[in-house]
């Protein structure tokens, strides 16, 4: 029976991509499906408690968005007056934790859905005519899945996601690795075909008309078997080096771009040229390659000659840290595209991804060989250029140092010295800022770590109040530390805002669109006592 009230809701966090599994759901209950009313929101607002839902779905995006993503559940609840069977949770944090979802009492009655819809709708969605689920019978239809998203329900919010005029398309699915640190084994499973880009593609403009770009989801295309059928699949829709789309309410054409956005893999790009040789033969842009440890620099470094021979020169690449590598892994591996940048005259941009294990609620693992301190560190270094790492030498030099150990020594730094680098190391801060080097090289090593475990185990706030615990030598460094007060802290920001002409500045030359979706730049390390903090 049409014309049920659905409310499809994304939590409201910020995110780069338009909701996939929601958009399908909405083709599924939309004017092309079941002829349902649907709503689409970001969050929840009091005018929603005015409709009558029979149903409502909830998305859930990183595992550590856990808190928000509790609220909007619970606030859910309050829509439905209490009627939990009346909501569904899926996506990936509803996947990769599920257990925990379950085991909340106040959800009991809410369905999470574990992984894909990629069975008949009423099998997939736990529907159950016994309980008087509509829709109950559906065992024939196409899987959600695999139904085109509904492009219509992003104009009701307006929330503006930074990707938005693409094909949101999968090639295949899954993946050959079972790597510890990524949640797609969970998932997606084994690697697998999925439905053939020119049918997607069509199907998309028989009903929302063309769209710019090609945005592929896959987290392994270059380990399909079909490889080199997706590119020449790619080609066929117009995506070719320097194309572009002219639409008729546009009054000039825009070059359109493929990007695999969750990377290709190093290790199989480097075993035969002929994989970097098609890629060249579409417009992708960016070329995105991870490299996620140490030990992927010799494959990792010829995947990027390669692509240089065949013309790719713009390059991106994931760098996972916090996992079992430590500053000075990282330090490498950012460097080794500043010199072959030098080398190719090329432009690799990075961003390193902090690792967080798929099950935890919030940001708060600390790698074996990291610290809370260093990793706020260095969040506070890449907030300046969102989250990228340039491969410009002068810049890299300057942000970063020259050597491992300069960097350590940059992390290690109060924060508010690093945030206003250019204040305290050429400017007004000078003075004070050569003092706390003089000052900290009279700490031993051993002392150092001492200093370090302090900043670590507990909040800035409590600096001050922590001194009396500390040995005088430790303690005079520590001092420094100590947050600034807000009023130094804008004044210090009004003096850097008003030279800032003169000063070289760093050039990002990257779209909102080619930045990577999160890097948990406004986020702090979330304390949590364990009695250890490794340097």
């Not at 520590?478 to 008003?498: C, F, G, N, T």
Request: proline share 5%.
């Amino acid at each position: 029976m049409p014309n049920k009230n659905i409310l499809l809701i994304e939590p409201p966090y910020k995110n780069k991509y338009p909701p996939l599994g929601l958009m399908k759901i909405a083709q599924y209950h939309g004017p092309n499906g079941k002829r349902d009313n649907v709503v689409f929101t970001k969050g929840i607002t009091k005018e929603l408690s005015r409709t009558a839902w029979d149903r409502l779905y909830i998305t859930t995006l990183f595992s550590f968005e856990y808190k928000v993503i509790s609220e909007t559940i619970d606030a859910a609840i309050e829509l439905v007056a209490g009627q939990t069977q009346r909501i569904f949770v899926g996506g990936i944090a509803a996947s990769l934790m599920h257990e925990r979802f379950l085991a909340e009492p106040k959800w009991r009655g809410i369905r999470f859905i574990r992984g894909l819809l990629n069975s008949a709708p009423a099998q997939a969605l736990q529907l159950d005519e016994d309980d008087g689920d509509f829709y109950a019978g559906d065992i024939t239809s196409k899987p959600i899945e695999d139904l085109v998203p509904d492009y219509s329900i992003l104009d009701q919010i307006e929330y503006q996601y930074p990707v938005r005029d693409a094909y949101f398309a999968y090639a295949s699915r899954g993946c050959i690795r079972t790597c510890h640190f990524c949640g797609v084994p969970k998932l997606e499973g084994a690697q697998r075909d999925a439905t053939p880009l020119v049918q997607f593609v069509n199907d998309v403009d028989a009903i929302y008309g063309p769209k710019r770009d090609l945005i592929l989801m896959d987290n392994n295309v270059v380990a399909s078997t079909r490889f080199k059928e997706i590119i020449a699949e790619i080609r066929d829709l117009g995506f070719t080096p320097g194309a572009k789309l002219k639409r008729d309410h546009e009054r000039t054409a825009s070059l359109r771009r493929v990007d695999f956005n969750q990377g290709v893999d190093a290790r199989i790009l480097s075993k035969d040229p002929m994989y970097l040789r098609e890629l060249s033969s579409i417009c992708l842009s960016p070329l995105r390659i991870a490299f996620d440890h140490l030990g992927l620099k010799k494959p990792y470094e010829k995947s990027v000659r390669y692509a240089h021979e065949f013309g790719l020169n713009d390059l991106s690449n994931y760098m996972l840290y916090n996992f079992h590598d430590g500053p000075a892994d990282l330090f490498e591996r950012m460097y080794l595209n500043v010199r072959l940048n030098e080398e190719l005259g090329i432009r690799i941009y990075s961003f390193p991804m902090r690792y967080q294990p798929t099950n935890l609620p919030d940001r708060s693992h600390v790698g074996a060989k990291w610290s809370r301190y260093f990793l706020r560190s260095f969040q506070i270094i890449l907030q300046a250029t969102h989250g990228v790492v340039s491969g410009e030498p002068e810049f890299y030099r300057l942000a970063f140092g020259s050597t491992p150990e300069e960097f350590v020594d940059i992390l290690s730094l109060p924060h508010h010295m690093i945030f206003n680098r250019s204040f305290y190391e050429r400017h007004e801060g000078r003075g004070e800022y050569e003092d706390y080097l003089v000052a900290r090289a009279t700490l031993s090593q051993s002392e150092r770590d001492e200093l370090l475990a302090f900043l670590s185990d507990r909040n800035p706030s409590e600096y001050r109040d922590g001194l009396g615990d500390l040995p005088l030598n430790i303690a005079r460094v520590a001092r420094y530390h100590i947050p600034l007060s807000k009023d130094v802290e804008r004044d210090i920001r009004s003096l850097q805002k008003a030279r800032r002409g003169g000063e070289a500045t760093f050039d990002l030359r990257l779209t909102n669109e080619e930045i990577v979706e999160d890097s948990g730049l406004d986020e702090t390390v979330t304390m949590k006592p364990s009695g250890r903090q490794a340097a």
